[in-house]
Nanobody
Framework: VQLVESGGGSVAAGGSLTLSCGMS????????MGWFRQVDGNNYEGLATIRPRNERTAYADSVKGRFTITHNKDNYTVYLSMNNLQPEDTAMYYC???????????????????WGQGTQVTVS
């Protein structure tokens, strides 16, 4: 499974960005994809996840109401629309996916096997 993110960049506070993540190589229709950001070292904050089979989403409190995760089933692409970005949103953002994610644990990075290379978001 390969994940490729795009869409990062620099934006002024209050601005918006949309990240994209294309997935290839998965062989099941039952999977979960999510967006995480690196907070320090090997620690990642789960931001938003989606299970395409039932469109069930999960959001971290820190981004609820500002970030929206959507998915295109036809091309296995997940998007993260980010509004009202603030300097504290500055981080490297990663897309992750797995076919086995325990219910209620979608925002835990330890649940995910497959990760993209990351895309930088800088808010000033």
């Amino acid at each position: 499974v390969q994940l490729v993110e795009s869409g990062g960049g620099s934006v002024a506070a209050g601005g918006s960005l949309t990240l994209s993540c294309g997935m290839s190589g998965i062989t099941t229709k039952s999977y979960c994809m999510g967006w995480f950001r690196q907070v320090d070292g090997n620690n990642y904050e789960g931001l938003a996840t989606i299970r395409p089979r039932n469109e069930r989403t999960a959001y971290a409190d820190s981004v609820k109401g500002r970030f929206t995760i959507t998915h295109n089933k036809d091309n296995y692409t997940v998007y993260l629309s980010m509004n009202n970005l603030q300097p504290e949103d500055t981080a490297m953002y990663y897309c992750a996916a797995d076919s086995v994610i325990l219910p209620g644990r979608e925002l835990e990075d330890s649940q995910y096997t497959y990760w993209g290379q990351g895309t930088q978001v800088t808010v000033s």
